[in-house]
């Protein structure tokens, strides 16, 4: 048989298993030497294949692709710096838990480290940021191999998939030519089957163990972080109830607004008497830790109980407590349930005393944010579920940096939105991207992304894809003219001239002119008034919409926010 053929046939072995094993969706880079993946991929009838120009972009659209259908999409790219370029949003999916299967084509061996273009060093490129690497073989015909790329697909699968999720990473050397034969039907090779154990429960011994500390303590939080919680809630309220400790729920927990008695105003109420409360003893934490600096720094000292069922390590704080890994709702129910004869210590007025200082904020919210005269960024977040009234139910796409934490303060009763965010390297780079290919698998569904100005100006190459694939999704950005968190932090203390030059980094842009690129409908939004009238006409529209909210200069941004919890 020729090398076409030879190359084919072990691509249709491995391309077959990727798709057997639950892989949909491909993500690909155009280039020379990935020339036999993207073939194959193409020539797949059961993958569906999204080709983007721009690596960094196109690996951050895969993210919101896994992010949304929860299983992994493939990554492909050239060899050299294209592969490179897959880093960031290697680093995004390893720390966020988000599956991957990333493939590079790459010179053969005997032409790597000898000057060849486009040759870098790509065994374990992206190091300790992937779960598994493999390098593979060159085809040579042989049933052998191709039954290698059968195992080694399945195997990438699997490992991508095991909690906790992540990408892994396989090199494909090719030698030239580079064009394929058609993809040849291949048989499919028997299966390797996995005995996993039976699925992992906490002991009757530790849980009572666990129930019993609980019962002891008088100043308690619930607090549930950020990742889909929302299938727990009954749980959450249920063990709530029993020891009397309030829940604090993050936004990207997706059940704050869901129940009156879930608490959301923590970060504002915090920032204002925060070293006035009570201690907190025990803290039972869901999932990721809090967006809010000020919770995370006001339970540093308690006692933790981290339940984590991704079987990960998420303590950046080096709390004293316990892991307790296993399924969020039975944990919470099977701990409810040993509790029920233990005398609760619980402080009577601990829980009363919550709910009366998250009233308390939420009506200085309404007083201080409901009518303003003049534009602010927290007025956005404020009003986002009446603004995004009449979009139905949407995915709401919330960027790193500023975005995310005004969501976390100020959005209280979101309705029927749903929220996503990069929190795993919680960087702005991608962030437009991972949109993207969140809008990408829900394309009738409204899609929305609320994203700061230099976030924005650092992904617009991902609107591309917007573009190419007709995707439907609403773009806020907020320009403040710079980098607005850095006048919250230390470093705002700096005289002008430096804080400007480094930090403050003012770009002078308006963003009408992206738009215009990119096809998008555009409005300008100053006050409150255009930012209502602006946000209702493009959400009777579709395709990609680009709403610009400019807001006052960054020192009065800090001012406003001072104001609203002051």
Request: some cysteine; aromatic content about 10%; proline content about 7%.
């Amino acid at each position: 048989m020729s090398q076409t053929h030879d190359v084919a046939e072990y691509l249709s072995s491995f391309v077959n298993s990727l798709y057997r094993h639950g892989a949909d969706h491909a993500v690909i880079c155009p280039g020379s030497r990935s020339t036999p993946l993207a073939l194959a991929l193409q020539r797949s009838r059961q993958i569906r294949s999204y080709v983007l120009i721009d690596e960094r972009s196109a690996a951050f659209f895969a993210v919101g692709i896994a992010k949304q259908c929860g299983r992994p999409v493939i990554l492909l790219s050239t060899s050299g710096t294209a592969a490179a370029n897959f880093l960031p949003a290697v680093v995004e999916s390893f720390w966020g838990h988000v599956p991957l299967i990333v493939l590079t084509a790459d010179r053969p061996p005997e032409r790597r480290d000898s000057g060849a273009s486009q040759t870098i060093d790509q065994v374990a490129l992206y190091g300790t940021h992937t779960k598994w690497f493999q390098d593979m073989p060159i085809a040579d015909g042989s049933q052998d191999l191709n039954r290698f790329a059968w195992v080694t697909a399945a195997r990438a699968m699997h490992y991508a998939m095991k909690d906790p999720k992540g990408p892994v990473h396989l090199n494909f050397p090719f030698r030239e030519p580079l064009l394929i034969d058609p993809l040849p039907k291949v048989s499919m090779f028997q299966e390797v089957k996995r005995i996993a154990p039976a699925t992992a429960e906490i002991g009757r011994e530790d849980r009572d163990e666990i129930a019993h500390s609980l019962s002891l303590f008088r100043h308690g939080l619930i607090l549930a972080g950020p990742g889909f919680m929302g299938h727990a809630l009954d749980q959450i309220l249920e063990l709530s109830q029993k020891l009397t400790w309030p829940v604090f729920a993050d936004p990207l927990s997706n059940i704050r607004g869901r129940d009156d008695r879930i608490i959301g105003t923590y970060d504002a109420f915090l920032r204002v008497s925060g070293q006035n409360l009570p201690p907190v003893e025990c803290v039972i934490r869901l999932g990721a830790p809090m967006t809010s600096k000020a919770l995370n720094l006001y339970i540093k000292e308690s006692w933790i109980y981290s339940i984590d069922g991704e079987n990960s390590y998420r303590e950046p704080q080096l709390q004293s407590g316990r892991i307790i890994e296993g399924s969020l709702p039975d944990v919470m129910s099977g701990l409810s349930k040993a509790l029920n004869p233990l005398p609760i210590n619980s402080d009577p007025e601990w829980y009363s005393f919550w709910q009366q200082r998250h009233k308390t904020m939420l009506r200085l919210f309404h007083k201080r944010l409901n009518e303003p005269d003049e534009a602010s960024e927290p007025y956005l977040y404020y009003h986002l579920g009446n603004l995004l009234r009449n979009s139905g139910p949407a995915e709401v796409f919330v960027s790193n940096s500023m975005p995310v934490r005004d969501l976390d303060t100020f959005t209280q009763n979101p309705g029927p939105l749903r929220f996503w965010g990069n929190r795993g390297a919680n960087g702005i780079d991608g962030i437009v991207s991972t949109a993207m290919g969140i809008a990408s698998i829900t394309p009738y569904a409204q899609t929305i992304l609320i994203i700061g100005d230099l976030a924005f100006y650092h992904d617009m190459n991902g609107l591309f894809a917007a573009v190419k694939y007709q995707l439907n999704i609403l773009i806020i950005v907020i320009n403040n003219d710079g980098g607005g968190i850095f006048s919250f932090l230390p470093q705002g203390q700096l005289e002008d001239h430096e804080f400007e030059v480094l930090f403050g980094t003012p770009h002078g842009l308006s963003f009408e002119h992206a738009a215009f690129l990119y096809q998008a409908a555009y409005r300008l939004a100053k006050t409150p008034d255009e930012l209502r009238q602006s946000m209702g006409e493009l959400l009777t529209i579709s395709g990609l919409r680009i709403l610009e909210w400019q807001v006052p200069t960054r020192k009065e941004n800090v001012s406003r926010h001072t104001n609203v919890w002051s």
